[in-house]
């Protein structure tokens, strides 16, 4: 039953993104605003969980396997690598230039980091409401936070 209660949750803030997905049905008049403000929010949320709970409470874990130099060695690597993979994608992608060359680029990227962090994303969101409902639940809201404006800017963007 507890599977399937987390199965529930996870599923719930995975179809956040169809909610998202529905902006194509509206007109939008500025779309490099609603862009903007849509990618700012989803932004916001996730820095705010990351820096507020996921990156304390990881490194509580880390710690308790490793020492204290381990722990913060593990977490700059770990940091450097995905700026890293962020740099060498923007350098490598090839766009024909245009009035929108740098919101294609972002859209991109964009595609690239959706790709990178939705997988790992349902995996979090089921194993911590499987071990911890409430954490799960508030973890799942702040997904579908996130989504929600993150995928209205990559239906906008095309």
Known sequence: MKEFIALIIT????????????????????????????????????????????????????????NLFKSITITCI???????????????????????????????????ALMLHNFPEGIATFMTSYSDLNIGISLSIAIMMHNIPEDCSCYVSR
Request: glycine share 6%; with cysteine.
């Open 11 to 66: 599923t719930i803030a995975g179809l956040s993104t169809v909610i998202g997905g529905c902006i194509v049905f509206f007109k939008i008049k500025n779309k490099e605003k609603f862009i903007s403000f849509c990618l700012s929010f989803s932004l916001s949320v996730m820095i705010s969980l990351s820096i507020l709970d996921l990156i304390p409470a990881s490194f509580i874990e880390l710690n308790n396997h490793f």
């Open 78 to 112: 770990l940091f450097v690598i995905g700026g890293i993979i962020v740099y060498v994608l923007d350098k490598n992608i090839k766009i024909r230039k245009s009035n929108n060359s740098n919101l294609f680029k972002l859209g991109i990227l964009n595609m690239f």
